[in-house]
């Protein structure tokens, strides 16, 4: 049941991811596997789930021995030592409440293993979409670096025909200097975000992480059903945490009943030489029959009342997280709207920028170039391209949020 509620939460988080899905899921389930926080829960439940086997149990049995150090005399001769048991046994159904209340308890924490999970899926998809972030930046500031080379290339040739200034050059080589410092950065980044992303993947840092190369906002993704939010395991933990209160209360009367105790006592009787009587020296074998009463059974009733504030807590404790995860979805939906829209505008910007950048080439020709205008419109086709990439990892990464509420 784990296994395939952990496989329907991949697909859905995987849905709107194209040409990485593959590469993505591979990472997350070696997430799953190697995760200590998916272990620590997991072995969390598993104690909780065995203590139902440790309830179920009866109390101990009593047993007694006892010595005469003075020999009470009786009619058929004197006791020299006494041996009993006694065991109490609950009210009908106590075990029973007792197994129920630990499973309930055990319920709930499997939800912990279900929320730490989604959670992980959130923390390592988003690292792999900063990555992406990343090496897209880098490789469009290399393809920037190779284009004002070519500017270069034309400025030199321009100046030795005097249609351009040694300064023009000069600019076109600081402009480079400064994208190639910029991809430096970039590189370092992406070996700090590298060894986050392994080490969510509990594995050495220096393991290299392979990213695909293009990421695409899909054209339809209007479809949210966001009433399964009401089914997200940080709610369902609450819903059997208030059932585990119920089955607590269950309990708790059970245990302000009665206990009955049934015992035996053997008392050993020593034979009376000096009298010839019928059951002389024989041993005596009582059977007993004990009840526990809780005359004061204030406890139970403070318990009662405990058990009733404590559902009212956890019912108020679920409102407040339900207005939470239902603000971050709305954030998340927003957020990801917007970026759509930005990349899309961004999309109209670079193309028209790209045409203006091609009207400058064609002046080339005619003598009457402007590498002022050039290094403009390469900064703005820069500008537009890394605002694409952050926009789509923007995308992503509220989708990722947004999969992390409304997955069931």
Do not use: C
């Amino acid at each position: 049941m784990k296994n395939l509620k952990t496989a329907f939460i991949l697909s859905v988080l995987l849905i709107t991811v194209n040409t990485n899905a593959q590469q993505l899921e591979t990472l997350l389930k070696e997430a799953f596997n190697n995760s200590p926080t998916i272990q620590k829960f997991e072995l969390q439940y598993k104690i909780k789930a065995e203590k139902a086997n440790e309830v179920n149990t009866l109390p101990n049995t009593e047993f007694g021995l006892g010595y005469f150090v003075s020999e009470p005399e009786t009619r058929t001769g004197a006791q020299r030592f006494k041996i009993s048991a006694k065991q109490m046994l609950p009210w009908f159904g106590s075990i029973t409440a007792r197994e129920n209340y630990a499973n309930s308890l055990a319920d709930a924490s499997f939800e912990d293993i279900v929320i730490a999970k989604r959670k992980l899926i959130v923390a390592v998809s988003q690292s792999y979409y900063n990555l992406y972030e990343n090496k897209a930046k880098q490789q469009v500031l290399i393809e920037n670096i190779e284009l004002l080379k070519n500017y270069e290339t034309m400025a030199l040739t321009s100046v030795e025909v005097n249609k351009a200034s040694a300064v023009d050059v000069l600019r076109l080589q600081m402009r480079q200097n400064e994208l190639d410092k910029l991809k430096q950065l970039l590189h370092q980044k992406y070996i700090a975000e590298q060894t986050t992303l392994n080490k969510l993947l509990n594995r050495d840092k220096a393991i290299e992480v392979r990213i695909e190369n293009n990421l695409e906002i899909p054209a339809d993704d209007s479809f949210l059903n966001t009433n399964s939010l009401e089914l997200h395991p940080e709610l369902l933990k609450y819903e059997k945490l208030y059932n585990a209160v119920e089955k607590s209360e269950l309990l708790n009367q059970k245990e302000s009943n009665p206990l009955i105790g049934f015992g035996l006592d053997y008392v050993n009787v020593e034979e009376r030489p000096d009298i010839t009587i019928s059951d002389n020296g024989k041993d005596i074998l009582m059977p007993m029959v004990s009840v526990s009463i809780p005359i004061f059974n204030k406890k139970y009733k403070s318990k009662s009342k405990q058990n009733n504030l404590q559902q009212l807590e956890i019912k108020n404790e679920k409102q407040e997280r339900y207005n939470k995860l239902q603000s971050l979805l709305d954030a998340a939906i927003n957020e990801r709207i917007s970026a759509k829209i930005s990349y899309n505008i961004q999309a109209k910007n670079l193309k028209q920028a790209e045409n203006a950048e091609d009207i400058l080439i064609s002046n080339y020709e005619t003598g009457t170039i402007d590498f002022n205008d050039v290094l403009d419109i390469q900064e703005l086709q820069l500008k537009f391209q890394i605002n694409q990439i952050e926009s789509v990892k923007n995308y992503y990464n509220q989708s990722t949020i947004i999969n992390y509420l409304i997955s069931n």
